[in-house]
């Protein structure tokens, strides 16, 4: 079964370090997506992508967030300059179609933590 | 607003009763839902969804879930619960046509006592 990957699975960073989080997500996938999930609570929407570009945007999708599909394969979220608040589990998914009714493949996660 | 609305932050139930996970949404228009399971220190796993035609959607594990338009509810069960069905489920909706994002519910712990 197709997967979406993410690395790294763990990352621990110090505060106002810039960190890269990876995502491969389905090869025939069009829309992709990262979701974040502070310990303990629900799971938030930040960013969808397509067609090399943002399409829609959450309120916690700042300036020090970015994403980026670099090479056709992966798909990236940068955090420019960590806080202590952006310590969660990210989430990468990827969709065949808009419209989802086929649902969003997710990755495993990255599990950041910001000290 | 869209919303979706999880009763019971954490179920305990027996090994072989009945899983009843309550899931509740608001749309003006008609949603996809799905629901997501979550194992330990794991990503987020399809379970079902519905999007249009049969109301009673049947997913991975023996769970199934009904939509019910008038009480716009998609309420997830399973006849017997079986100890591997220990994990955080999560209700989710998608707007057609009005937004390109799933929106979650904040999720129920399930436990399953021997």
């Known amino acids: 079964e197709p997967e979406v990957t993410q690395t790294p699975s763990h990352q621990v960073t110090q505060m106002g370090q810039e960190v890269i989080l990876r995502c491969v997500p389905i090869?025939?996938?069009?829309?992709f997506y990262w979701y974040r999930q502070i310990l303990g609570q629900k799971v938030e929407f930040l960013v969808s992508?397509?067609?090399?570009?943002?399409?829609?945007k959450s309120e916690i999708f700042d300036d020090q967030f970015s994403v980026e599909r670099p090479d056709g394969s992966n798909f990236t979220l940068k955090i420019r300059s960590t806080k202590l608040e952006d310590s969660a589990m990210y989430f990468c998914a990827s969709s065949e179609m808009l419209g989802s009714g086929y649902g969003y493949t997710f990755g495993s996660g990255t599990r950041l933590t910001v000290v | 607003a869209q919303s979706v609305t999880q009763l019971g932050s954490h179920v305990s139930v027996s090994e072989g009763a009945l899983v009843l996970l309550r899931c509740n949404y608001s749309s003006s228009v008609p949603p996809y839902l799905f629901w997501y399971v979550q194992y330990p220190n794991q990503g987020l796993q399809l379970l079902l969804k519905?999007?249009?035609?049969?109301?009673l959607v049947k997913g991975i594990n023996g769970f199934e879930a009904e939509f019910k338009k008038s009480e716009t509810s998609f309420h997830l069960t399973k006849p017997s619960a079986h100890m591997s069905d220990a994990a955080e489920y999560f209700c989710a909706v998608f707007l057609r046509g009005a937004t390109n994002k799933l929106i979650f519910g904040t999720g129920t712990l399930l436990a399953v006592q021997p």
């Open positions: 090869s025939n996938h069009l829309y």
């Open positions: 992508f397509y067609n090399n570009e943002i399409s829609e």
């Open positions: 519905y999007t249009t035609g049969a109301t």
